[in-house]
């Protein structure tokens, strides 16, 4: 079993489009995150999100927003694509710290490699 | 703001040998966590130790140790014995632990090493 999983592991879009990736984590986590990992391979946290706040990156653009249907998924909704959103996108999940069996680590999902043409 | 510097871009070490990769902090934060992750060509994002900041006993998780000087905000990564399939990105990562739960990692730039045969 997968523990934190997304789809597509790979999207090629045009300029302009607007595209989304989902991420799911059956690991009963109460907590979900997304980060960007840019071609020199740096990681930076966008979003972080629980059923009680969601914590924006302020230098996400707008154009990005993370959506959370239930506790177990939050996607990511990308409008107007640009060049430079081309990356790897990773989605990580944990348990929040003082919960039963928290260990605050977070898991991550195999990552989705976003190319904008 | 927290920050993470990883100093070694690239780091070569012969099958067997132990490699030690450094990682030092800067916070104002008296309660957090640290981790390595470490990011084989598959992409995927692997958590290899974490260490709680409270805790003076240094990590170790069978190959893979610690050495974690708080007062020097210093993290490094021991690995023994080396393996081929040790090869790998490995990346530093800070997170606070006064944030609520939903604080995203700090990573470092990474370190790229890689094993001789």
């Known amino acids: 079993d997968t523990a934190v999983s997304q789809t597509p592991k790979y999207l090629v879009t045009q300029m302009g489009n607007d595209k989304s990736i989902k991420c799911e984590q059956n690991l009963g986590h109460d907590t979900m995150y997304w980060y960007k990992q840019d071609s020199k391979k740096f990681l930076k946290i966008m979003f972080s999100y629980n059923n009680k706040e969601l914590i924006i990156n302020e230098t996400v653009p707008n154009r990005f927003s993370p959506k959370s249907p239930d506790k177990a998924h939050l996607n990511l909704h990308i409008n107007s694509l640009e060049l430079g959103d081309s990356a790897v996108y990773f989605c990580a999940s944990s348990q929040t710290p003082g919960q039963a069996s928290s260990t605050d680590t977070q898991y991550f999902g195999p990552g989705t490699r976003l190319t904008v043409l | 703001a927290q920050t993470v510097t990883q100093s070694q871009p690239e780091m070569s070490v012969q099958e067997a040998e132990t490699v030690t990769l450094s990682c030092t902090y800067d916070?104002?934060?008296?309660?957090?966590?640290l981790f390595w992750y470490k990011q084989p060509p598959s992409r995927q994002m692997i958590l290899v130790i974490r260490?709680?900041?409270?805790?003076?006993q240094n990590a170790t998780e069978n190959r893979f140790s610690v050495n974690f000087q708080k007062a020097a905000k210093s993290f490094s990564l021991k690995i023994s014995d080396s393996q081929l399939g040790d090869a790998a990105m490995y990346f530093c990562?800070?997170?606070?632990?006064?944030?609520?739960?939903?604080?995203?990692?700090?990573f470092g730039k990474g370190t790229h090493l890689i094993i001789q045969p």
């Open positions: 916070t104002s934060e008296s309660d957090y966590y």
């Open positions: 990562a800070y997170k606070g632990a006064s944030g609520g739960g939903a604080d995203g990692l700090t």
């Open positions: 260490q709680e900041a409270y805790k003076q």
